[in-house]
């Protein structure tokens, strides 16, 4: 449309549309913008997390590993105790798919051992004419599949009158690889135990010291500032050292999981107060108490959802510190103690220097460690992006 102006000193006329007013177009969306603006809080996270790819694979791996451990049984070639006494400190074998130029699927070859007189050290050495299928979904060393029930059927198994180590073996002969499948289910589990235990205390008194302040506040800012001035090494270490040498495994495992918890908490409690100070002051809050509600119902129901994403992606990023703290007093012998094994009982035979020159694969279980760490800490980085309103 070509609009015409008016001569010098004309008024100008004012332009008034034709078209048909439609009074609800002001209120249309359209459908990007409705499923947008509709959308719930966990929906954004998520669409806004999926777009961060190596929290996303992070969360995933973590996810197949978490899985694995209800079965790790099934997936480990051999039994947690089996010991193979003529294969001690056997290295790795490697897996082939080709034997004399011909394709007969993935096999390890025979060992032959022999002492050197020398340094004492076992040499072992393939034998090229000793093909050793791996077999799946067979039978081997019988097991109780949760404590219910008797079975023997594993994913991957030796040959008959074979042997199949592929992470090698340790000094009694037991399979590496097999006690790193039964490792991940204690170091896995135990971190989870004891942020859980954590994130309990610090909602409950960060809150309650959020919420009310006063004496209360400068008490639990008091203790935390306590706490967080002691290293944390040596005080987990004084107090795994203070639990009797007659406790069972399982209550070794509770008490470490409950140090670990217990010490934890003090970061998230933070957190929580900081927030609490700031929305307790709101009209929703001062309409719930107006209404009567307590104090629990007031921060359960109104004040920590508001910001619960951001606690999860906290309690995420604690995750590896409980790992590594479980892995640490077990590696100098304060943590978990056989007949239990997680990857910090694993690590303690590869102590000594000399022990790490000549059997290296002994520091295999570091590689779990170090693949979960990193995961928790890009999953958190995720979670904590895709939380963040302002971003």
């Known amino acids: 449309m070509t609009v015409s102006l008016p001569e010098s000193g004309a008024p100008l006329a004012h332009y008034v549309s034709t078209a048909p007013f439609d009074p609800h177009s002001v209120d249309a969306m359209s459908e990007e913008q409705s499923r947008v603006y509709q959308a719930s809080q966990l929906r954004l996270m998520w669409w806004k997390f999926k777009k961060h790819r190596l929290a996303l694979y992070s969360l995933f791996f973590l996810g197949f590993l978490y899985a694995t451990i209800a079965i790790v049984e099934f ?3 051999y039994n947690l105790h089996t010991r193979n006494v003529d294969f001690i400190h056997s290295p790795p074998q490697r897996v082939h798919l080709f034997h004399d130029g ?4 993935p096999f390890v070859y025979g060992r032959t051992m022999t ?3 020398d340094t004492l ?3 072992y050495t393939d034998k090229p004419d000793q093909v050793e299928p791996i077999r799946f979904f067979c039978r081997g060393d019988g097991y109780r599949f949760w404590g219910l029930v008797d079975t023997n059927v594993h994913l991957v198994c ?3 009158d074979g042997q199949l180590f592929l992470l ?5 002969g037991r399979d590496v690889l097999s006690r790193i499948l039964y490792g991940a289910r204690i170091s896995l589990t135990i971190g989870l135990l004891g942020i859980t235990m954590s994130f309990v205390l610090g909602i409950t008194i960060g809150g309650l010291a959020g919420y009310h302040g006063g004496v209360f506040d400068l008490i639990v800012q008091r203790v935390i500032e306590v706490l967080q001035s002691i290293p944390s090494i040596p005080l987990w ?3 795994a050292a203070i639990m009797p040498v007659t406790w069972s495994p399982i209550l070794i495992y509770l008490g470490i999981t409950a140090i670990l918890g217990l010490l934890d908490w003090t970061g998230l409690a933070r957190a929580v107060r900081s927030k609490l100070l700031a929305l307790r002051e709101e009209d929703y809050v001062t309409a719930a108490q107006l209404m009567g509600a307590g104090s629990g119902r007031i921060i359960g129901r109104h004040l920590v959802p508001g910001f619960m994403s951001h606690l999860i992606a906290t309690a995420t990023l604690a995750v590896p510190g409980m790992i590594l703290g479980e892995t640490a007093l077990s590696f100098l012998g304060l943590g978990l103690r056989p007949p239990i094994t997680s990857w910090g009982i694993l690590l303690t035979e590869a102590r000594s220097v000399s022990v790490i020159a000549f059997y290296p694969w002994l520091l295999f279980p570091t590689i779990p460690v170090i693949l979960v760490i990193l995961a928790f800490n890009f999953l958190g ?3 904590r992006d895709a939380a963040d309103p302002y971003k």
């Open 102 to 105: 011909k394709f007969v699927g």
């Open 121 to 123: 050290r076992r040499i």
């Open 237 to 239: 270490m004084a107090l």
């Open 168 to 172: 090698g073996s340790d000094r009694l």
């Open 75 to 77: 997936l480990a070639p």
């Open 381 to 383: 980085d995720g979670l």
């Open 158 to 160: 030796p040959a008959k």
């Open 115 to 117: 002492l050197d007189m």
